[in-house]
Antibody, heavy 119, light 109 residues
Framework: EVQLVESGGGLVQPGGSLRLSCAAS????????MSWVRQAPGKGLEWVSV???????FSADSVEGRFTISRDSSRNTVFLQMHSLRAEDSATYYC?????????????WGQGALVTVSS | SYELTQPPSVSVSPGQTARITCSGD??????LYWYHQKSGQAPVLLIY???KRPSGIPERVSGSSSGTMATLTISGAQEEDEGDYYC????????????FGAGTKVTVL
């Protein structure tokens, strides 16, 4: 059974950093395309970043240069390192396992981790 | 930046058919995905590659696409179908930038 469990969310001050983790079970993160999607309170879904099986990554313009997606195959975990956080980054962050082809979308979703950026 | 346009809301009577549209200029060249999100829960995949259903999704849920518009059809609407529906694609081949529509709130009443 595919399971995705996010952790690392919390309250952080503007300009601060935070690293989200997504522990996967039931499959290998290195054999699958993995993404992060976020949702601000009361708002719609926003795609954030993707990492392909061969390591290529892409990020939304809104987080480019501030957020980095990575993975640790030995821990079967995907990460989202977030720097220079802004109030508008406050959201629930979902980890997803995507279909295994370029430009594909999410197939499975975790339950999300809440990030609040506030002083 | 690329955009997908969805109606903000759709209402349907129990047992009737709800249709949710998603339009975008590049849809003829892109694969479209549909997701359903109930209040307080994570989204769930309903349709991928315009019209394919993953296992566990009932046959009364279907997707189609023609030109610049895709449609999600829910037949025999039930209370459990309420929630927000999102379409998704990427903005261009080889430069993966995911794009979600703004979402459509479906009410069954």
């Amino acid at each position: 059974e595919v399971q995705l469990v996010e952790s690392g969310g919390g309250l952080v001050q503007p300009g601060g950093s935070l690293r989200l983790s997504c522990a996967a079970s039931g499959f290998s993160v290195s054999d699958n395309y993995m993404s992060w999607v976020r949702q601000a309170p009361g708002k719609g879904l926003e795609w954030v970043s993707v990492i392909y099986t061969y390591g290529r990554t892409f990020s939304a313009d809104s987080v480019e240069g501030r957020f980095t997606i990575s993975r640790d195959s030995s821990r079967n975990t995907v990460f989202l390192q977030m720097h220079s956080l802004r109030a508008e980054d406050s959201a629930t962050y979902y980890c997803t396992r995507d279909f295994n082809w370029n430009d594909a979308g999410p197939a499975y979703w975790g339950q999300g981790a809440l990030v609040t950026v506030s002083s | 930046s690329y955009e997908l346009t969805q109606p903000p809301s759709v209402s349907v009577s129990p047992g009737q058919t709800a249709r949710i549209t998603c339009s975008g200029d590049a849809l003829p060249k892109r694969n479209l995905y549909w997701y359903h999100q109930k209040s307080g829960q994570a989204p769930v995949l309903l349709i991928y590659d315009d019209s394919k259903r993953p296992s566990g999704i009932p046959e009364r849920v279907s997707g189609s696409s023609s030109g610049t518009m895709a449609t999600l059809t829910i037949s025999g609407a039930q209370e459990e179908d309420e929630g927000d529906y999102y379409c998704y694609t990427t903005d261009s081949t080889g430069n993966h930038r995911g794009v979600f529509g703004a979402g459509t709130k479906v009410t069954v009443l």
